[in-house]
């Protein structure tokens, strides 16, 4: 008998200490939440949970591989659900490379596993 393929899940192998890590490496003043921006802060989920993305990892080329796309876009998902449950929240802050006083969509550190929501 046949089974329908099913994609893998992202939060495989995340654990609450990936989340306690991370949050103890997080800048105070946030990781951008755009993809495309330095220091967006899938970069810092990808080390920790061992899926490395690199800087604009959602480009295949230019020595990005098909394998550092694939972990961007699962590093997508867990910020995502991260943002909706709490465990990272989103703010602004001054774009540090404009002028003008242009704001970026940064995140920060929110509850951990377990702990009741912080606010940002």
Known sequence: MATAWQPPDAFDGVTAAHVASVHAA???????????SEGWVGELIGEVIGAPVGYRADRVGKGRTEEIAANAARVDVIIQKWIKEGVLLV???KHPNRRGGAMQSVVRRGAGVGEVRGEF
């Open 91 to 93: 703010g602004e802050r």
């Open 26 to 36: 997080m800048d105070p003043d946030g990781h951008p939440v755009d993809r495309q």
